[in-house]
């Protein structure tokens, strides 16, 4: 029963990390650019919050040492990555994704020209 109450701290990080990640694809309003660092901010903000955690409450963390709390941390951050997109999958039709890009949206002009 005390392993459980220590494994709290791992969905915590995560969920904190995910709204955190939800915040910064709002704020950078989606410019391909900044979201491509998401996965890189998320695992820092997760092993951030995992050396925090094993300090300010320490009888919940998993981890024994400061290392093994930067690295519960920072898969907890990219297991919160991973979560967002098993629900952006799950939400999509039939697997149908559109990327749109500046280089698209340029070569499509171009193209769009050329017909005329």
Not at 26 to 42: C, D, E, F, Q
Not at 56 to 70: F, G, R
Not at 71 to 90: D, N, P
């Amino acid at each position: 029963m005390d392993y459980l109450i220590k494994a709290t701290c791992i969905p915590v990080i995560a969920a904190i990390v995910y709204g955190a990640m939800a915040l910064y694809k709002y704020a950078v309003n989606g410019k391909a650019s900044l979201i491509r660092l998401i996965p890189i901010i998320a695992a820092v903000l997760g092993a951030v919050l995992g050396v925090v955690a094993f300090y300010i409450v320490p009888e919940i963390h998993v981890a024994d040492n400061v290392y093994s709390a930067l690295f519960v941390g920072a898969a907890s951050g990219l297991a919160a990555t991973g979560s967002h997109q098993i629900f952006k999958q799950l939400s999509s039709k039939d697997g149908e994704k559109e990327v749109v890009t500046d280089e698209n949206t340029d070569n499509n002009d171009e193209n769009d020209e050329k017909k005329s």
